[in-house]
């Protein structure tokens, strides 16, 4: 919660924030529609999701290739 609130007060520079587990994207999907009004759309894509530590290393690596 704090590196996700960091982030979308951009006082520390967007990297892959990465919730691993099935249960997580679930759980999240619930939290912000809870609170629909209070977490603006690119607040929440700064979340990914990764079903095991392989994927989550394949987003880590996709991240990095991607920069300039």
């Known amino acids: 919660a704090l ?7 951009q ?3 967007p990297k892959p924030l990465i919730l691993v587990g099935n249960e ?11 609170f629909d009004s209070y ?3 690119s607040q929440r894509e700064l979340i990914l999701y ?4 392989r994927e989550a290393g394949n987003l880590i690596e996709q991240f990095f290739q991607d920069k300039p």
Do not use: Y
């Not at 590196?3 to 007060?9: A, D, E, G, K």
């Open 3 to 9: 590196t996700w609130n960091l982030m979308i007060i």
């Open 50 to 53: 990764a079903g095991d530590i």
């Open 24 to 34: 997580w994207q679930q759980l999240m999907k619930e939290f912000c529609n809870l």
């Open 11 to 13: 006082a520390i520079h």
């Open 39 to 41: 977490i603006h759309t």
